[in-house]
Every structure is written in C-alpha cells, then in structure tokens.
T-cell receptor, first 116, second 115 residues
Framework: EPEVTQTPSHQVTQMGQEVILRCVPI?????FYWYRQILGQKVEFLVS????????KSEIFDDQFSVERPDGSNFTLKIRSTKLEDSAMYFC??????????????FGQGTRLTVV | KNQVEQSPQSLIILEGKNCTLQ??????????LRWYKQDTGRGPVSLTI?????NTKSNGRYTATLDADTKQSSLHITASQLSDSASYIC??????????????FGTGTLLAVQP
C-alpha cells in the first residue's frame, strides 16, 4: 500500500543550526502539507503546497521556515536558525486533491526534531 | 475562531467493552470531519471522513456520527481490543475559496484498553 515516508525519523540539532526534514509523498498525489506536534499538544497546520508554490500557511510558518519540492519526488521543510521551541514531531502529509468530498490526507510517520 | 474540542481527555476501559468519544467543533465554513487514530510516536491514520450530509459512517468496529446542526460528532468503538489503545483525534476540515484540507485538529482522547 502506498505511503508517505519521512526521513530522518529523529533529528537532533544545536540551537541556531539549520535543519532539512525530508518527505516522499504518495506518487500520484498533488497536494503536500507539513504539520507539527509539540509534545503533549495537538497537531498544528504549518503549510500546504501545490504546483510548486505555497497555497496556504499558518502564523507559525514565518520566515524561519521554507518548503521546496526540489525534484519530482521529495518535499522538504527547511528550518533556519532553529530554536528550542522548534522541538516537535513534524508530520508530512499528501493528498490526491484538495477539493471535493473525500480529500483524504495521508500522513507520514513523522520526524522528531530535538533542538538542544 | 476555528476550534475542535474533544472529551474526555483520557479514558480507560476493559478489553471487550464499548466506548464513545465526543467532539464539538466551531469551524466555518465546514467541509468535512475526520476521525484519526494516532499511536504513540506515529503519524495519524484516518478512520472515517464525513461530509455535511452524512450522519453516520462505519469502519469495522468504529462508527462515527455527525450532527452538523449542533456541530457535534462521536466515535463509537465496539468490542475494544488492546490494539485500540491510542489517541483518537477529531479533525475538521475548513473550506477556503473552494479548497479544503486545512485540517484543524482537536487535542485528542487518549484511550487505554486494559486486559
């Protein structure tokens, strides 16, 4: 069964460093998303991406964050100058479409980012 | 403000018993409501999706209901198994300019099934 894959599963980085979280969405999907979940809190929307551009972003997704689809398969989230409060589980998701009745989003297993 | 509230926060039941989880939302304009199961340290996995016109939907031992008038949903788990132990998250999708899939997550109900 096709699935969204994320690498690495766990990333430890020093405060102030840049990290890139990688995702391979399901191959025929066109819409891609990043969400994050701080430990003990709910999942929060960061950004959605379609046709090589951001379609929507939340207040969390400031200039520190950027997304890219560098080739036909990968979808990346870059966090510049990481802060302690960026420590969270980051989930990538993809969907076939974003309109209509059953726009199911499939989630990856997540990357646990720990900023020390 | 778009919000999704769930109750109870946590629940412990014995294996084989049934349980019902509740969700209230204030999301507008509403597109659809989903229930996800999230195992510890894993990504959410979809259980059901319901649109405005659907009142109930089943997926095996999981049955979700939706009352769009009162903006409430429930997830009923029948004959619980140890593997049902997880966080169950109510997620509402808001429609913006015709596009959906901005998902608004509830805080989840942590279910523990004991032998």
């Amino acid at each position: 069964e096709p699935e969204v894959t994320q690498t690495p599963s766990h990333q430890v980085t020093q405060m102030g460093q840049e990290v890139i979280l990688r995702c391979v969405p399901i191959s025929n999907h066109l819409y891609f998303y990043w969400y994050r979940q701080i430990l003990g809190q709910k999942v929060e929307f960061l950004v959605s991406f379609y046709n090589n551009e951001i379609s929507e972003k939340s207040e969390i997704f400031d200039d520190q964050f950027s997304v890219e689809r560098p080739d036909g398969s990968n979808f990346t989230l870059k966090i510049r100058s990481t802060k302690l409060e960026d420590s969270a589980m980051y989930f990538c998701a993809s969907s076939e479409t974003n309109r209509g009745l059953n726009t199911e989003a499939f989630f990856g297993q997540g990357t646990r980012l720990t900023v020390v | 403000k778009n919000q999704v509230e769930q109750s109870p926060q946590s629940l412990i039941i014995l294996e084989g018993k049934n349980c019902t989880l509740q969700c209230n939302y204030t999301v507008s304009p509403f597109s659809n409501l989903r229930w996800y199961k999230q195992d510890t340290g894993r990504g959410p996995v979809s259980l059901t999706i319901m649109t405005f016109s659907e009142n109930t939907k089943s997926n095996g031992r999981y049955t979700a209901t939706l009352d769009a008038d009162t903006k409430q949903s429930s997830l009923h788990i029948t004959a619980s198994q140890l593997s049902d132990s997880a966080s169950y998250i109510c997620v509402v999708s808001a429609r913006y300019g015709g596009a959906t899939n901005k998902l608004i997550f509830g805080t989840g109900t942590l279910l523990a099934v004991q032998p």
